[in-house]
């Protein structure tokens, strides 16, 4: 007979506090625990979408994020916002290939809004990855602020090539 799990009163929401605490003090492992176990419970449709997005965010900061960096899943962080935007070049090689898609970059905004810590989480080949960093490391932005104080704050950025 299978076990069935029981959930007392109060589950989803003392969990997602937990998890909220976990976040705000840069425990990306727990605060992903506590979230799997507010989907487990179920939720609804937008909810678990919600979630699911909020946990892929949390395994990108486990994976790449530094003991310094603020996540803006942390509810006192306000998010950093891009101010400046260099777009990126196609590689001959890509541009005769028909390349198309999207390359992922971890990256990290300092206190001073400059992108750092760039790292490809998904790439596309062709020489368009080295031209996503590049045109990424000329991004600026308004700084992360937590409670009115600027901080690091780390993040995917989505650098997507079309050719028309």
């Known amino acids: 007979m299978p076990a069935f799990r029981t959930f007392e009163p109060g589950f989803r929401r003392r969990n997602s506090i937990l998890a909220s605490l976990a976040v705000s ?3 990306w492992k727990e605060a992903s625990t506590h ?3 507010v989907l487990q419970i179920g939720t609804n449709p937008d ?8 946990l892929k965010d949390l395994a990108f900061l486990r994976k790449y994020g530094s003991p310094s960096v603020f996540s803006i899943l942390d509810p006192d962080v306000q ?3 891009l101010i400046a935007k260099t777009e990126p070049r196609y590689t001959k090689d890509a541009r005769r290939s028909r390349i198309n898609g999207d390359v992922l970059i ?6 001073s809004g400059v992108p750092t810590s760039l790292q490809i989480v998904e790439g596309l080949g062709h020489g ?7 045109a990424v490391s000329h991004w600026r932005f308004k700084s992360a602020t937590k409670n009115g104080a600027r901080v690091r704050c780390g993040g995917i950025a989505t650098v997507t090539f079309h050719l028309i």
């Open 25 to 27: 003090q840069r425990d």
């Open 35 to 37: 979230l799997e176990d």
């Open 47 to 54: 909810e678990a979408g919600a979630i699911r997005k909020q």
């Open 79 to 81: 998010a950093p916002s």
């Open 106 to 111: 971890w990256l990290e905004v300092d206190e």
């Open 128 to 134: 368009l990855n080295e031209k996503a960093l590049e």
